[in-house]
């Protein structure tokens, strides 16, 4: 960086300020996607330990969405985490605050619960064994019983 102050005369009154900037004819190396942020290898390696970890951890998750007739929002439900279909109607009971039925029982007093197979049909949920039920489940319908 360069700075000149140039006074002529006193009878002349201008003044002469100047700046230049010069950079290097070569621009360093930029570092590449793996060198940057400058970390140890060592965390390096518990970086990409725990990122495996997570996505092992997001693999055996079985995400749905379930609705609710009526309700205009719905909710993200992990079914690994249910051990059958009693589990998951207690669950969904107590998240839309109401009873629930699974199966052929035709009461007006409680909701149904369907379930969206992977074939796009609408089903009745406990028909089938939950096993075949995780694998074959995309969403999960609350529904008046006249509508089934």
């Excluded at 006193?10 to 070569?26: I, R």
């Excluded at 839309?96 to 007093?109: E, M």
């Amino acid at each position: 960086m360069e700075l000149q102050f140039t006074k002529h005369s006193a009878s002349e009154s201008s003044v002469n300020l100047s700046l230049s900037l010069t950079f290097p004819s070569t621009s360093p190396q930029r570092a590449t996607k793996q060198d940057w942020p400058p970390i140890k290898p060592r965390l390096i390696d518990t970086l990409k330990g725990r990122r495996r970890l997570l996505q092992r951890d997001y693999d055996t998750c079985l995400f749905v969405k379930v609705y609710m007739e009526g309700v205009p929002i719905g909710r993200k439900l992990d079914l690994s985490t249910f051990s059958g279909y009693e589990s998951l109607l207690e669950n969904l009971s107590h998240m839309f605050n109401t009873s629930i039925i699974c199966g052929n029982h035709r009461d007006r007093k409680h909701h149904v619960l369907t379930y969206q197979d992977t074939d796009g049909d609408w089903m009745m949920v406990g028909d089938i064994p939950w096993e075949m039920f995780l694998e074959t489940v995309r969403r999960l319908k609350i529904t008046k019983p006249e509508r089934c």
